[in-house]
């Protein structure tokens, strides 16, 4: 009987716990702030998790501050506040405010699950044999991961696979895709833009293009060597004929009959 009375007991204490419990969120590195250790006799308030954090004496208004914690829990006694800094995964837990007087009591007990804020690495878009895939990357715990197109719902055909890291669409679906990451303490999005697929005739068009731009350009560059070429060769026949004529004037002309000289002279008979 004794026995059971207990086991009753502590069934008891483990539903007020419950009922007093709430559960928080808290980002990795951040800082926790406690309150509810404002002394109202004089006993002892404590803070607990899996063990003693801290202890204040009311009556001598003192404070004990257990190892693990003291280089980062600061405790303002006349307030009851206190703040535990650069939380860590490890922090994760039940944080228990009792009041010890003639009896331990539960003040208050909040589950605190330290975790680490969602952020967006990277979003890429790229053809599948089912269509057009959009996947995205990220960091951060107990995430939710939502996808939009154009503002809305997804288009029919969608598949998420991979945690829903994955949207898979047909391949005739385009516009805008976002994709929105959250979890308890942040959220975040991002979005990618999908085009038309260019259509085969445009492709052809756009070689055709490329192809007759690259003629006209042999083309331009042929003139403009046989221009070259041409002036080329009229300067050089150019400088030819002048070199001829100035030859040409430099000899010495043979003078005339009757003009001295050493022209025939004609003896009278």
Same mark, same amino acid.
Request: net charge positive; charged share 20%; glycine share 8%.
């Given at each position: 009987?004794?026995? *059971? ?14 009922? *007093?419990?709430?559960?928080? @969120?808290? *980002?990795? #590195? ?5 309150? $509810? ?16 954090? =801290? ?6 208004? %003192? +404070? ?18 206190? %703040?535990?800094?650069? +939380? ?17 009591? +539960? ?14 690495? #990277? ?9 057009? !895939? ?5 960091? $951060? ?7 939009? @197109? ?20 047909? %391949? ?16 975040? #999005? ?5 085009? =038309?697929? !260019? #259509? ?18 042999? &083309? ?16 050089? %026949?150019? &400088? ?30």
């Amino acid at each position: 009987m004794p026995f *059971a009375i207990h086991s009753l007991a502590l069934l008891c204490l483990w539903m007020v716990h419950i009922a *007093a419990s709430k559960t928080e @969120w808290r *980002a990795r #590195s951040s800082t926790l702030e406690l309150c $509810g250790l404002t002394c109202e006799g004089s006993g002892f308030n404590t803070l607990e998790r899996d063990s003693a954090i =801290l202890e204040i004496d009311c009556k001598y208004k %003192s +404070l004990k501050i257990f190892n693990g914690y003291y280089s980062r829990t600061h405790v303002n006694i006349s307030t009851g506040c206190c %703040s535990i800094q650069n +939380l860590s995964k490890s922090d994760t837990g039940a944080y228990n405010i009792f009041n010890i007087e003639s009896e331990k009591k +539960l003040v208050q007990s909040t589950y605190y699950v330290v975790i680490d804020p969602v952020q967006i690495r #990277s979003l890429s878009s790229s053809r599948s044999d089912g269509g057009r !895939e959009v996947r995205v990357t990220y960091t $951060g715990d107990e995430a939710t991961v939502i996808w939009t @197109w154009n503002g809305g719902a997804l288009p029919m055909g969608h598949r998420l696979s991979d945690g829903n890291k994955t949207l898979t669409v047909p %391949s005739n679906y385009t516009g805008t895709f976002r994709v929105y990451i959250r979890n308890p303490i942040n959220e975040t #999005s991002a979005e990618i833009n999908i085009p =038309l697929p !260019e #259509s085969p005739s445009r492709s052809v068009q756009a070689r055709a293009g490329t192809i007759g731009g690259a003629v006209i350009l042999d &083309l331009i560059v042929l003139v403009s060597c046989w221009v070259w070429a041409c002036r080329k060769s009229r300067a050089e %026949s150019a &400088l030819q004929l002048n070199g001829s004529q100035l030859r040409a004037l430099q000899l010495p002309q043979p003078c005339a009959p009757g003009q001295g000289g050493t022209g025939t002279r004609h003896l009278d008979s």
